[in-house]
């Protein structure tokens, strides 16, 4: 098999890494998290193709950014019931 | 103008998606080995100062400032991660008890003289004392005017309006600089603090300091006498049919 795009690699674990860390205020659970990312990151291991890995990091980019609006609104509607629904 | 030297208080509370437990004393509640993270608040307030800037209002600089214990540099790091410039941390042990508000406004009112701010934005309250008067304390010892609870600001030279919460409706002000804003949960969107911006925040300046080395009186004036649980949620009753449903509302008294 040959080995990936060494610049992609790079982008692929540092994704991965900062999912990681997001995933420590899941509201489910670090461990729920973690074992999901890992297995949405392994089954794509295989990806040789640099226009497929690139798709890939978008997707991965998305759901980076679906994550801060779920941890955002979260917040804001725990806060909003606290606060302004008295 | 020569620009905005925006000063941004944080405090470092219990997370907000915990629910708090009362000690066995009743004083307080309980804090040890809790998650705790930057009060909700004052991240409206560090995001505002990032977006005056983003909008090319003339931000000289953006200063993150927190009093409280050693841990509290997390906050401050955050802080930085979202877009603070630098950080001041005046250390509190634990064991020296809570600042009050009042004591933190002579702090704050220090710290201003010593950067030179002319603008402070600070949440309005914190979601653990939920005291709702640093804001206004430091205001009335600075003699600066103040808007509190934002929803929208807008700073044009010298001239910051500020629409504001009010009850059924909002409130417009107009003042000159300096002045104090307090943010209200509408103001915006606090950004996400991510991996690589919490790495590159950790290069950024943070300056430690003690109470000595401000000339402020934050002796506590007040004693907290008890802390109690709220009264726990009746459940409610089936009724049968509207018969059981009226005598039960005749049992309460509605009808």
């Not at chain 1, 990806?47 to 779920?70: M, S, T, Y």
């Not at chain 2, 103040?146 to 700073?155: D, E, G, I, P």
């Not at chain 2, 804003?181 to 690589?196: C, F, K, V």
């Amino acid at each position: 098999m040959t080995s990936p795009n060494p610049n992609l690699r790079y982008q692929v674990i540092r994704l991965y890494k900062e999912l990681l860390y997001m995933g420590r205020e899941y509201p489910l659970g670090y461990d729920y998290f973690r074992q999901r990312l890992h297995k949405a990151f392994a089954s794509q291991a295989n990806l040789r193709d640099d226009e497929q890995i690139r798709r890939g990091i978008e997707r991965a980019e998305f759901v980076k950014k679906e994550i801060e609006a779920l941890y955002y609104l979260k917040k804001y509607r725990t806060l909003n019931r606290h606060y302004n629904n008295t | 103008m020569s620009g905005l030297r925006i000063l941004v208080p944080v405090k470092r509370v219990i997370d907000y998606a915990v629910k708090p437990r009362i000690n066995r004393a009743n004083t307080a509640v309980e804090t040890a080995g809790v998650k705790h993270s930057m009060n909700p608040f004052d991240e409206l307030s560090i995001e505002e100062a990032v977006r005056l800037r983003e909008r090319k209002v003339p931000v000289e600089e953006i200063v993150a400032f927190s009093a409280g214990p050693p841990k509290a540099q997390d906050v401050l790091r955050t802080a930085m991660a979202m877009g603070a410039d630098r950080a001041i941390h005046v250390t509190v042990e634990e064991n020296k008890g809570d600042l009050e508000p009042l004591g933190v406004a002579k702090l704050l009112k220090q710290v201003v003289q010593q950067e030179k701010s002319n603008l402070v934005i600070l949440g309005k309250q914190s979601i653990d004392d939920d005291a709702n008067q640093t804001g206004q304390m430091l205001a009335g010892l600075l003699n600066w005017p103040q808007a509190t609870q934002a929803s929208k600001v807008t700073v044009e030279n010298e001239d910051v309006t500020v629409i504001r919460e009010v009850d059924g409706g909002v409130e417009t002000l107009k003042a000159k600089l300096p002045m104090i804003i307090t943010t209200d949960l509408r103001l915006n969107e606090p950004r996400y603090a991510s991996l690589p911006n919490i790495m590159k925040a950790k290069k950024k300046p943070l300056v430690k300091k003690t109470l000595a080395d401000f000339e402020a009186d934050v002796t506590p004036r007040l004693k907290t006498v008890k802390v109690q649980e709220p009264p726990p949620r009746k459940g409610g009753v089936k009724v049968e049919d509207v018969d059981g449903m009226i005598g039960k509302l005749k049992e309460l008294g509605a009808l």
